[in-house]
């Protein structure tokens, strides 16, 4: 499975952006997906998850309510919608994948994309 991030560049505080994660290689019957996200001088982190096989999603606290992880499973694209966005969410963000029937929210994800720079700042 490959994957391709698209869609990162640079947006004001309270603005909104959305990423896109085309999947290939493979159907994404049976994934979970997630969008994590490196600070400058951070780990990465897991910060939206989201199961292909029942629609199930998960958010850590600090994106809840502002992102969204969405699917589009004829164009085998993952979104992540960001609103109201703030100056810590700049850093690169990376698509991973893993084959699970469950949603995995932890960080033992088996394929990634190769990360996109997202800067928020006025």
């Known amino acids: 499975l490959q994957l391709v991030e698209s869609g990162g560049g640079l947006v004001q505080p309270g603005g909104s952006l959305r990423l896109s994660c085309s999947a290939s290689g493979g159907i994404l019957d049976e994934y979970s997906m997630a969008w994590f996200h490196q600070a400058p001088g951070k780990e990465r982190e897991g910060i939206a998850f989201?199961?292909?096989?029942?629609?199930?999603?998960f958010y850590r606290s600090r994106v809840e309510g502002r992102f969204t992880i969405s699917i589009d499973s004829a164009k085998s694209t993952v979104y992540l919608e960001m609103n109201n966005v703030k100056p810590e969410d700049t850093g690169e963000y990376l698509c991973?994948?893993?084959?699970?029937?469950?949603?995995?929210?932890?960080?033992?994800?088996?394929?990634w994309g190769q990360g996109i720079q997202v800067t928020v700042s006025s």
């Open positions: 991973g994948a893993v084959d699970s029937a469950w949603l995995v929210i932890t960080g033992e994800y088996a394929y």
């Open positions: 989201l199961s292909t096989s029942d629609g199930r999603t």
